[in-house]
């Protein structure tokens, strides 16, 4: 069976036992009255082989990681409540392999949250693992791999939820449009990790392009043809590299879905002449406002409606460029191609420009008008718990650069949590939670004092059901009047956002200034250079969860911590979730412990 | 512990149970007689750490698999009965490894030979595996990475048996120096290993340098400095790439030790005005014949005995140049240093021309020459059993270029085939045996018809104790009128060469040319282009042992087949060896299967 073929298999519902049940299950709800026309969910069976390709993402041939040889991934399409089963087939000849399913809450099933070291064993060469979860909450959504740097390498794909069939989103729209927004860098993950991991440290740099749909143009852009005509942008429209160019018809309503898998970039994304009103973020509904332009950090995603009521004769620039790092990639162009003009007629009004990448002002400003939209789930009043999580930037073991959380850089140990904690292994990883605080009197506007950073693995354990609030609290790195944007994203869960502010937190004067009542739900936040970020979550999913900063090389870096909970309710986690490091030695050893 | 320390903690005997067992044993047979001065095996534990590194083997920076920050890894030196523990930390951030020890023979420990798929589970990142394992014959050896390509990724070193302390070798030396030879690209193997597996297929061409331990230097050979002056070539002799000297006395007998690692090169030795004595292949003696160069090919080693008898005032070039294969690189010098003459006074007479590559009467008549030392074991003088092993280059699955053995193109299973036949499982590789012959109107001389030729993983299974002849067959490459040269390495056993031949093996003609006066006992053995090689061996050691081409790029693409027998009698397998893939999941899931 060849891809293509087996994309179409892929496509195609199957009527396994599983199904059967859901069905069964629905029609004793329904009285026998459901017909297979209504909304059924079901099963989506997909086969994927996963291994290095030659490919040229940004009209340069390289190596990227390709499933089914596409690149980006191929895009899973479900209704809420389908169960989707991924066959992951891995055929790299040397590396492990998981695919994380950012944003799926995976209930009931941690084990397929697809993070090695933590839910599961990474999948050997050669081996297969089945991932099986229920897509629960419409949305847009993505994957990617969360072993070492594979995300950069271009493992990554979408995941669209669409409501239950015959159900209607809070807003009209004619058609949707998918962009997956990542960043590309000519230099092997594995040179790019030793980089990070010597001392001194070698910054992985700028990316060498940013990619649409895994599309762009290096040192060039379809910009260029707007003042100048520069050879390496002539393209004819059927490479790799080729832009994805955005086709919709005059007068009508568009959902364009954005989601950022990049590995460092802060994006700010925006449409020549057309006005975007955001209705989506991470999966939940906000309350609808109109911008010129969104930004976008790693781990997030939108939905932004446009309608088509300028000149139809004409074309129109979306430009996606960098904010929040001084960028050294061109804005990648491409074009809002209203048909049935031709792809050549270029716009004859400018790109939108991006915004300065250092007006912070403006990302805050975007960034705090994202509230819940009417009637979205609310907080609970109270927290029982508080966190307080430091981010910092500190030297350890002499020299080497580190991001560290409370003082501790997370470095994951090699027996996944999950299983160890379900078989009650206690030599994996440190028994001793990390600290819920750092020292009062730290200060976060100059860099770290640097005493006792240390590598860590320990665990924050939560009551199931807890309600917990973190804040985290941004700081300066070791560089003078230095402080970083970072997008963190939590894994099994929503939280919301109750609020942002600068400078340190403070329970007296900002405790009052928290949103109790249409905080926005979400999956990733950002924490603003010497600001704080507070965000409310309901401890209520069973598993190990990691929270951690986006970007893939400060993850890299240590720059995470990891959430357990509920653990005697996690049950059937599949064998080969299990079967590696001590895990495996004990289950080998004394099959009794097996769970 | 810092990389020095460890070394100097490697270094030193350490007394555990094994020893003292070992000790005791020795001390009830002597008598009690014995004595720490005198030959008592020692337990050496080395504890290594894997990882890529930033090095420049060539005066190129790249990444390398370096060992305790070292490339080549650390040089294992031991004596005959001695135990070896590494503790093999895999520190690579995505990808799995093992180490293969290549000619040791593993007597009773099949499940440290160190090769993915066959004798055990490749070693997790982040994880642990000891291998154990004791060196009982003396010679030269080396041990390299047999996972993916990770060789040709610099995961190599020495390692190096000399005879139990006071015993005496049958020839003189004053000392000993060790050279290990590879071959170095600048693409990573992940490219490499794409290009190969593509269609259509992307050979990995010509190294960009060969190197002496570890050094040589691109488009630049000190030898350069002989006729002109390079800026490139001007090194200072501290660098990762400055050449490795080869410091001698005047008037001395050395020992020179060169065992080739190459992924892909066939190489030739010369020292200029020096004579060389050859005294040891793969381990074993050989009748001493003196020759003004030799030709060493990947998986080979070789002993030299050179006397300094020349002016001692001057210094003398070492030449390195490939044989085989067009070279695009040019040979790599070094210099035979006369001490006490400073190192930066060039020779005056010019160094050693390499063999033209393509003269194979000259490379034929050097491996003919290699006849086992009076004394040497012999063979039986029957067999058991004969297998044909006929060596094609094809095409599988519509273009795919393979290498295939009797029209089987090697494809490894991902549950390693000792685990899986030890346990009992018959669905984790073909349980039909691959074919043992071949037709016998096959026309070596022309291209392959290719009907049928498949991947496939079949076994050949032995008796315990079985004298076992092979013919290996070389034929005609998919292109038309060339045919290749390939080293074959055997695991777990040395077998006597009976002979080689050109044309078709004809059991009516050949049979009566076989040697079996003295017949050389190697691991690796050479296929000249259009021609076939006669081994025979005893098939004594429980185990799964690979026996393929040890071009590396050769054996990515299928030119290999596996020999078990005994596995009956292989005991202690650690369950780190076990657990991975079907054996993981039935040993978990049925603790009974446990051997």
Redesign the interface.
Known sequence: MNSQEMAKVANQPLFPMPFLVIFLVLSIISGFGITLSEAVPIVRHYKWEV????WSPDCVEN?VMGINSQFPGPTIRANVGDTIIVEMINKL????LVIHWHGILQKGTPWADGTA?ISQ??T????TFIYRFVVDKAGTYFYHGH????RAAGLYGSLIVDLEEGKKEPFHYDEDINLLLSDWWHK????Q???L??NPMRWIGEPEAILINGRGQTNCSIAAKYNTSLKQCELKGDEQCAPFILQVKPNKTYRIRIASTTSLSALNFAIGNHQLLVVEADGNYVQPFLTSDIDIYSGESYSVLITTDQTPSENYWVSIGVRGRLPKTLSVLTLLNYLPNSVSKLPVSPPPETPDWEDYARSKNFTYRILAAMGSPKPPVKSNRRIFLLNTQNNVNGGFVKWAINNISLA???TPYLAAMKIGINTTFDQNPPPETFPEDYDINNPPPNTNTKTGNGVYQYELGEIVDVILQNANTLNDKNSEIHPWHLHGHDFWVLGYGDGKFSAAMDEKKLNLKNPPLRNTVVIFPYGWTAIRFVADNPGVWPFHCHIEPHL?MGMGVVFAKGIHKVERIP??A????ET??V???N?TK?P
């Open positions: 291994e290095y390709m030659f190596v000849s040397t590396e492990g070291s064993c990474a050997n060469s050669g081996e072993l070492g740097m594979q092997s993950i594995q040179k990790e030793v980089g991991s010597s994951l140990p090699s890299h064998t080969k299990l079967a590696c490091g495996a030695k289950l080998i050893n099959p097996k």
